[in-house]
């Protein structure tokens, strides 16, 4: 039994003919039944990798965590936090350290929103 599909990739727009082929039993509807089960299966790895392609884009931009690169310091000795992505500061130091974070939420989302 073969079974041939018209694949398009919803994500490139490649067209390519998948040609599935089973010939284990005599039983034709058994064989139809697996060509499918088959044509899934590559269908599935196909989204699989694409999948995974796109988590790997995503880890590699992410910057190492290294000297330096911190966001936010911690400043005691001044009474102040400031992100240094945003140049947000206070002078609640009690309260960001007891997870009073918004504004510096909103300061990065006010600041990054249109990338």
């Known amino acids: 039994m073969r079974v041939r599909y018209q694949y398009k990739d919803p994500y490139t727009g490649e067209e390519e003919e998948i ?7 005599r039983d034709q509807p058994k ?8 044509l899934k299966s590559i269908l599935y790895n196909k989204e699989l990798q694409h999948r995974q392609e796109e988590q790997r ?5 992410k910057k190492k965590i ?5 966001i936010r310091s911690y400043v005691f000795d001044d009474r102040r936090v400031k992100d240094h992505r945003t140049n947000h500061q206070t ?8 997870g009073d974070i918004d ?3 909103k ?8 990338q």
Do not use: P
């Not at 300061?107 to 249109?114: G, N, R, T």
């Open 19 to 25: 040609l599935v082929e089973n010939t284990e039993t």
């Open 57 to 61: 884009k995503i880890e590699d931009s």
């Open 66 to 70: 290294e000297w330096g690169s911190q």
């Open 107 to 114: 300061a990065y989302l006010m600041e990054f929103s249109d």
């Open 91 to 98: 002078s609640d130091v009690g309260g960001v350290m007891d």
């Open 103 to 105: 504004e510096f939420i």
């Open 31 to 38: 064989n139809r039944e697996n060509a499918l089960r088959n």
